[in-house]
């Protein structure tokens, strides 16, 4: 973002990638940056006294003893440490955002899905216009997530919140948003995604006036690359495609509410200045984003259908390798080319419970009824798959080469079974008929055919 555009009392650095840009390139780097010259010291983390007057400040997203590789921590220059960031926390609204363990209702199980959520008529903030579809696990024990949707119409204005329960994975749907962190500035629109680690203070502005999109509340171990397996040291996300912001500071007296949220709770307080205040930083624990967009898929180029495990952008690990606390899935454009192969995703019953959303365009198994904006649940071993529209062309279409265009769905996955909220079980967007769209497959069976 380019400086002068900010205003006056906030100030960026070039990025170590580029002169004149906003971010730095590169996943699980360690990063240093500075907004004045100086700043950061050099050769050490805490000197006995910091330029300019600045305070140090140690953010650990991990425990101090993790192993190197997994190990999270990041130093902050700051104008005033974060303990002037606090003072007598009072309770706080806590509307419809929803954390595990939450049992509010008993739903039967059945496949879910819902249409897109309208906008409230009243001006409502990013923070204010967070509702949880569904939760799993325990966030206290710091295992499962929470899916949530956020609908927001005003800009956060002299309010910062951050998150103790987990780490935020940010998708918008519709409208540009901005996340003024105390690590620098994040503008992000649909199709990219963005990282909010657990700690970290943030407001978000609305840069079109609106905006809609989905959140996974990652209770557990933080998102990283998958592995690639056989498929080696390319393709999938590329580490390089994702960018840290610079260092960016607010130096302003204005009275700030603080909003935290710690064990489900919601807490708020009142600062006299902006706690968005850190001049410089380094380390390797900081907001991020992906452009989706850049994501190079693999797929079959012979026969048969992969797991869609190929199209793992970022997982959460769990103390059991390949079982994963949260796995973050995309289904983007792309090419089918499969012989004699049905390429839709199959029927299937799963372990892990699929939470989809669409950010654009159309999804190939479910044409009608899933539209952007809108969401499904599949919780552990429901049964499901293409709609019978969807069989009938896959099955009996030409099997030319095809590619999936202007389309963009995505699928928060987890081990655990997911639990639905009384806000999400009454929503009127809640579609009761949605397991008619398999109604329509009859019973083919012949056993003098073919």
Request: hydrophobic share 35%; charged share 20%.
């Amino acid at each position: 973002m380019a400086q002068d555009n900010q205003p006056e009392f906030m100030r960026q650095t070039p990025s170590a990638t580029g002169a004149g840009t906003g971010y730095m390139s590169g996943f699980g780097n360690s990063f240093e940056t500075e907004a004045l010259a100086g700043a950061l010291p050099v050769g050490r983390n805490s000197p006995q006294k910091c330029k300019f007057g600045l305070y140090a400040e140690q953010l650990s997203g991990s425990p101090f003893t993790a192993p190197r590789a997994s190990n999270e921590r990041s130093w902050l220059y700051r104008i005033r440490p974060s303990v002037k960031h606090t003072g007598i926390f009072r309770a706080a609204r806590q509307g419809l955002w929803r954390t595990a363990p939450c049992v509010e209702i008993e739903v039967p199980i059945a496949q879910m899905r819902w249409s897109p959520t309208p906008y409230p008529s009243e001006p409502t903030s990013f923070i204010e216009g967070v509702y949880t579809m569904t939760t799993c696990g325990d966030a206290t024990t710091q295992s499962g997530m929470a899916a949530h949707i956020y609908v927001a119409t005003r800009s956060m204005t002299d309010e910062v919140f951050w998150n103790a329960d987990g780490e935020m994975l940010i998708l918008p749907q519709e409208g540009r948003v901005r996340f003024v962190t105390e690590f620098g500035i994040i503008d992000a629109e649909p199709a990219e995604l963005v990282v909010i680690p657990r700690g970290v203070k943030f407001r978000v502005e609305l840069l079109d006036g609106r905006a809609r999109g989905y959140i996974s509340e990652n209770y557990g171990g933080a998102f990283t690359l998958p592995e690639r397996g056989p498929i080696g040291a390319n393709c999938l996300a590329n580490a390089r495609d994702f960018l840290t912001p610079v260092a960016a500071f607010e130096d302003n007296d204005n009275p700030t509410r603080l909003l935290v949220k710690w064990c489900g709770g919601f807490w708020q307080t009142e600062l006299p200045a902006s706690p968005l205040d850190v001049v410089a930083w380094h380390g390797n624990y900081a907001p991020y984003k992906y452009d989706m967009r850049r994501y190079s898929p693999v797929g079959a180029i012979g026969f048969d259908h992969p797991y869609p495990s190929i199209f793992s952008v970022l997982s959460a690990p769990s103390e059991t390798p390949g079982s994963n606390n949260v796995d973050f899935v995309i289904f983007p454009e792309r090419w089918l080319v499969a012989e004699d192969t049905f390429r839709p995703p199959w029927y299937h019953r799963n372990i892990m419970s699929e939470f989809m959303g669409l950010i654009y365009g159309q999804y190939d198994a479910k044409p009608q009824g899933f539209t952007p904006g809108g969401m499904s649940l599949h919780n552990c071993m429901l049964p499901h798959g293409p709609d019978a529209d969807a069989f009938e062309k896959a099955s009996n279409g030409e099997l030319k080469p095809h590619k999936l265009t202007n389309t963009l769905a995505f699928m928060f996955e987890t081990r655990y079974p997911q639990r639905v909220t009384k806000y999400a079980a009454e929503l009127p967007t809640l579609q009761p008929e949605y397991a008619d769209c398999w109604q329509g497959l009859e019973k083919r069976f012949n056993p003098n055919g073919v």
